[in-house]
């Protein structure tokens, strides 16, 4: 165990800053959940972070990547976070859909997708919930029928992140007639085209960060399906597997904003319960336990490991974390938390009604919770 | 960077797990309690014979010079088996504390010897009375006496395998053998106690487990209900972060800086309420036997709670991660960062 950085490591993140340095832009973007010009300053963020190489920093180069390892990308996103860089739009994309593609996707397929995606030239959204099939995802009823060398689509998708602006979407389709996790196939389909309707819903801070879609009769090539026709239980589950692992959640954000809740109390504490300091220092505790875990799994990763049902554990412990963290801002900031705008530099207000979201998507914790109780620890379903 | 542990390491606790969990099983566990015994003599001498007494003393000592990493990787393995004899105590924080002071004192040369240390955080002592060299603290000096040269008073605890005693000594029979680094006596005695919580929460869980798909309710075994399986799964999910922690703070305990203070403070915090989450779950999970001393539940959560609050408080633990919090740069980028560097 060796806990320093090598000094590759450390001029890569001095390249990193500099470059951040010379880039982020300095008034923060509009939300790309709030209006359309919010999402396209976002996709024109990431026009700019693909010019220096950084769109996508783990994917091959001939994907639009930078070929770099799981260490430089967590000394990337601390970087990213240190910068106070725009959020990115197209994580959907490039941390579920992205990798996933890596594993089961045929070469034309990887590059006729993946470079448009590292660049921010076509966005992602999920399409997998159902108004019936949230949880039990094994539950959709959307369908695909092959015709020659086409699919037919028909359903209704609901809960898509991103997909009131995005350009594409992956969604899970099943056979008509086909049960539960067999029949089910990952195809991709464009938002703009003939017999998609997207409803976007507003959510609980007032963005439209999410749609719903109606599919009706949407004709797309067979090249759009990801695996095996009838794989794609299988091929979900992996890209499930990403989404509540370390892909999507660096330790970073957590991190500065536990530092930022430290430098909010320490502003403040002449005003507040001195209780709260437990909760700062706790904050910090959390997230440095999570920052260690992740560096922890990527040199297991990187000595060969495999991801497995330990993630579930992860997307309980930062969705919980995130929400404790931004708990006690509240609580610091006293009656001035629901004042619109918010005060201070930081978005605490807003931060913690996203942290709510945290514990519902990707897999309710409740469910994750079953996965590590049958998974890990052998308990009967 | 380089998260994950040698080959020998893993040798070495994979020694010490197959050691320990044949040398105290729960019939040892049942046949000390009968006879109200919180020390095994025989089971000492075999973890004597295998070296772990020898693993953080220097070679110059006739130690194996190895690291607080090494050895907190077979406190894992006495937590998960609630080992009552001194492993933690003597081979981790007082043989080398005491190999630092006076490397030729020949209590060193003995790898069963036990060296027990009174620190002035702790209000009794570990093992005092069988212990070759007891360490005392006083105005940052240590104070070397042996059992026969002091009055020692046995303390009562609700954990049926400490063995511990209020100490009264005399500075004049006593050998003063310096100003001591107490600092870092506490760092180890912490890491190690955080070590053993990681043991500790991980068989409460495990028994819960076992219990849990074999005990019958409503035609099922209670493990399926989803009630029972959140307890667990919780429990578990603290113990998955707080084992970076402690092997974080193992690694870099050797820095001595605020950096390494706060970061095996933050390791006896989390593991050891993992390890309480973990026990009391267990026991609810157990349901009404849990609570019974019929089950070994029981000794998982009164280690817990001892080690809880020994070698400090999480109050006290918690104002050392405060200073690191307010006294040096935070952020996504200071992780592994050292006090030399922004000095």
Known sequence: MDLTYTPEQQAFRAEVRAWLEAHVPTAPLEHYDATREGFEAHRQWEATLKSGDWGMVTWPREYGGRGLDLIQWLIFEEEYYRAGAPGRVNQNGIFL?????????????????????????????????????????????????????EYVLNGHKIWSSRAAFADWAFGLFREPGSERHKGMSLIFFRLDQEGVTRNPIRKINGHVGFAEIFLDNVRVPAFNRLGDEGQGWHICMATAGFERGLMLRSPARFQEAAAA????????????????????????INAEAYALNIYQTASRLMAGAKIGPEASTNKIFWSEMDIHLHETA??????????????????????????????????????????????????PR | MDFTLNDEQQMFADTARTLLGDTCTPDHWHKMMEQGVAFDAARWAQIAG??????????????????????????????????????????????????????????????????AVAPAINPVVAHADVAAAILIEQDGRAYLVTPDQVSLTPAETIDP???????????????????????????????????????????????????????????????????VKHHLASAQTAIEFARPVVLAAAAEIGHADVHSRARVSEAKIVALEAAEKAARASIQVHGAMGYSWEVDVHLFLKRALALKAAWGTPAFHRSRVATRIFTQPLGADQTFARETEHA
């Open chain 1, 97 to 149: 859909l992205g990798p996933t593609l890596m594993e089961f996707g045929t070469h034309e397929q990887k590059q006729r997708f993946l470079p448009p995606m590292a660049s921010g030239e076509e966005i992602w959204a999920q399409a997998w919930s159902e108004p019936q099939a949230g949880s039990d995802l094994a539950g959709v009823r959307a369908t695909a029928v092959r015709e020659g060398d």
């Open chain 1, 261 to 284: 809740l430290a430098a909010l109390w320490q502003s403040r504490k002449e005003s507040c319960d001195p209780a709260l300091e437990a909760d700062v220092v706790r904050a910090h």
């Open chain 1, 330 to 379: 509240l609580a610091i900031l006293g009656a001035e938390a629901e004042l619109l705008p918010p005060t201070g530099e930081h978005e605490w207000l807003d931060d913690y009604i996203f942290s709510l979201a945290g514990p519902i998507y990707a897999g309710s914790n409740e469910i994750q919770r079953n996965i590590i109780a049958e998974r890990m620890l052998g308990l």
């Open chain 2, 50 to 115: 295998n070296g772990f007494t020898l693993l953080l003393l220097p070679e110059a000592a006739g130690g194996m010079g190895l690291t607080e990493l090494d050895l907190a990787l077979i406190a894992i393995e006495a937590g998960y088996v609630a080992l009552p004899e001194p492993l933690a105590e003597s081979a981790g924080v007082g043989a080398p504390l005491l190999a630092s002071l006076a490397p030729e004192h020949p209590a060193l040369a003995d790898p069963a010897a036990i060296i």
């Open chain 2, 161 to 227: 395998f400490r063995r511990l005693f209020r100490i009264e000594w005399d500075e004049s029979k006593a050998e003063d053998l310096g100003p001591a680094d107490w600092t870092l006596a506490l760092d180890r005695a912490s890491l190690f106690a955080a070590a053993q919580g990681l043991g500790l929460a991980q068989r409460a869980v495990d028994l819960a487990v076992a219990y849990a798909k074999d005990r019958m309710q409503f035609g099922k075994p209670i493990g399926s209900y989803q009630a």
